[in-house]
């Protein structure tokens, strides 16, 4: 069926590793994605997103990477904070830019000192 | 600033109640969404609309209607509350020809 997807429910690094957060979608037809960050009691906020027509695009910090031949969209955090510690999300987005986005069921992201 | 506000932010209420979460954004978005978040399920989609008069269901919309009768407005109402309508609600916007939602704090229902 349809579905977006993380690999791993959590994820524990050090400060000031790398951090690399998977998510794999199912729908082909699927043509733009998105990051959101959601800090304990608050709302989803973006991060980065892009398009089908882009494997790559990089933000302050962020990295997304998408492959399309596997259906793979990961997100890399340099040098990863302490205030990096949050639930992230992929989103996709089945229309067209501003219609109703797909959530997965989000990574827990636990950055330790 | 512009914002979007939910209320109440929190709520407790008794099965077969009817409840309304209201949302209320500043940007003059066309576009706005309700979704649930449960453990486990991550955000759920329940009703959107793109625009005064416009509403759509989501992926679990059964037990909630929504209604826009304005730009700035997207009540979320669950006719008879159930148990297993508790959970966070989240309330979002988005401009045209952009994927970047602005969503609200949350409502956290709870449904005894």
């Known amino acids: 069926g349809e579905s977006v997807g993380l690999h791993l429910p959590t994820l524990s690094v050090q400060e000031g590793d790398n951090s690399i957060i998977n998510c794999a979608y199912s729908?082909?037809?699927?043509?733009?994605f998105i990051w959101y960050k959601q800090e304990s009691g608050k709302g989803p906020q973006f991060i980065i997103d892009i398009r089908s027509n882009m494997d790559k695009r990089q933000g302050q910090r962020v990295t997304v990477l998408l492959n399309k031949t596997v259906k793979h969209l990961s997100l890399q955090i340099a040098a990863t904070q302490p205030g990096d510690s949050a639930v992230y999300f992929c989103?996709?987005?089945?229309?067209?830019?501003?219609?109703?986005?797909?959530f997965g069921k989000g990574t827990t992201l636990s950055v330790s000192s | 600033d512009a914002e979007i506000t939910q209320s109440p932010r929190h709520k407790i209420t008794e099965t077969g109640r009817q409840v309304t979460l209201a949302c209320h954004q500043t940007w003059n978005h066309n576009n706005m969404f309700w979704y649930r978040q449960d453990l486990g399920h991550g955000l759920r989609l329940i009703h959107y609309?793109?625009?005064?008069?416009?509403?759509n269901k989501g992926e679990v919309s059964d037990g909630y209607s929504v209604s826009r009768s304005n730009t700035e407005d997207l009540p979320l109402t669950l006719e008879s509350a159930a148990s297993s309508q508790t959970s966070v609600y989240f309330c979002?916007?988005?401009?045209?020809?952009?994927?970047?939602?602005?969503f609200g704090e949350g409502s956290r229902l709870t449904v005894l």
């Open positions: 979002a916007s988005s401009g045209q020809n952009t994927g970047e939602l602005f």
């Open positions: 729908n082909s037809a699927s043509d733009y």
């Open positions: 989103a996709e987005n089945r229309g067209q830019a501003g219609t109703a986005l797909i």
């Open positions: 609309s793109y625009g005064v008069q416009d509403t």
